[in-house]
């Protein structure tokens, strides 16, 4: 008999594209995907262990899900992904409504697990792989707009930055075979849709070689450019110590290789970026800033930033502030210091800020980015730019979203053109994360 699986997900874009290798895994067997918790035989939980607030958030999700097993106590409860590998059977242990964890490459077990979970059996599989890719699998989208994607190129990473824990949940660095990510860009496409994301912690080390050719980052993404002119390409992320020009320069020759670039700065000091590994110097990051604004003037730069690392002074904090202030993000992503169990730096280092001063630097971090991101959005006034039309817009029924290249999200009235079309707007207004416009029939 069928039976249904609720999958829901957590965490970084990685994470949501692994729930699509789930779901594709499990519906070429007896499993169908429902999108309504309530009728679910199994739920697998796709988990993220970033920082703490992230496995607390997962937890408490953990213990609502209890009244719905009251109701339906044949249903069983799996827990995926980064949390799953982090804790491994402990996660068996505290959490008494979990029957089975599998890590991030083990999914092709769930099959044979789901079958095999009865009645106070619990199951784990958490080894991790130096060789899966899941290339062979074309995920199935069952949570889609139907015009933007991801495709997962490489998994891994082995940067052992001293704060984080993806070195140990997702394993080594690996690289997919080059000729199934242009195939599955490929394929999307000729299913309608005009959007995909290369997906890696690092993909800017991405390399295959198998004896006939090498194939590095920029020709990949030059490789899947070519798919269509009418695909954009996003990718993410950049780790500032390995962007090359060369990348930069195929960004600049392909129109629909989208100009933004996330280039996680993590902090402005380098005293900091030493203590934290990043290898690179805040001098090696804005000459990559400056590379990025010489090829490609219209580019835009987002950043991940951690406030109250490990011994951070004011000073250290003021670097950080100077760092945004010379680069001028379009957006960023900011968090608090959240001490990960095993990182280098739990074993070598003292977690010492006090969380008011992290909340304060965090707080004086997202002032100033407000400010920075409302004065970018300001100078868009008055230009026109293609757009790539994703939907409704949330806040009302007459009006659409999309994007532009920059990855900036542009509300506008309907006209003529619908969701998975390109337009040319101009915009009229702006707030610090939206900008609003008017469709413009001929440019
Ligand atoms: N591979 C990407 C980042 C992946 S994790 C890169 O190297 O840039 C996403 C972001 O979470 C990181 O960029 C970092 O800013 C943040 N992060 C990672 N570990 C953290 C921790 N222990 N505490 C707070 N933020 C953390
Ligand atoms: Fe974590 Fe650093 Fe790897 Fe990014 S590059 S995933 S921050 S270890
Ligand atoms: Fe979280 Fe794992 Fe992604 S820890 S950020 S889900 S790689």
Redesign the pocket.
Known sequence: MEKNVYIET??????FADSEIVGAILTKEQFTITKEVSEADYILI?????RDN?EQRIRKRLHELKALQRQRPWVRIGIL???AE?LKTKLIEEEENVSFIVG?DSYRKLPDMLEHIHDGEKLSETLLSEVETYADIEPVRFDTNGITAYISIMRG?QNFCAYC??PY??GRERSRDPETIVNEARTLFEQGFREVTLLG?NVNSYRWDDGKASVGFPELMSMVAQVSPLLRVRFATSHPKDLSDELLKVMAKHDNICKCIHLPVQSGSDRMLKLMNRRYTSEWYLDRIAAIRRYLPDCSITTDVIAGFCSETEEDHESTLEMFRKVRYDYAYMFKFSMRPNTYAEKHMTDDIPDEVKTRRLEEIIALQGQIALENNQKEIGKIYEVLIEGTSHRSADQLFGRNSQNKVIVFDKGSRKPGEYTYVRVLRCTSATLIGEEIDNK
């Open positions: 957590y965490g970084c874009q990685m994470n796709n988990t993220c262990a970033i992230a992904g980064c949390m982090r991030p990473c824990v993806v949940t997702r912690q």
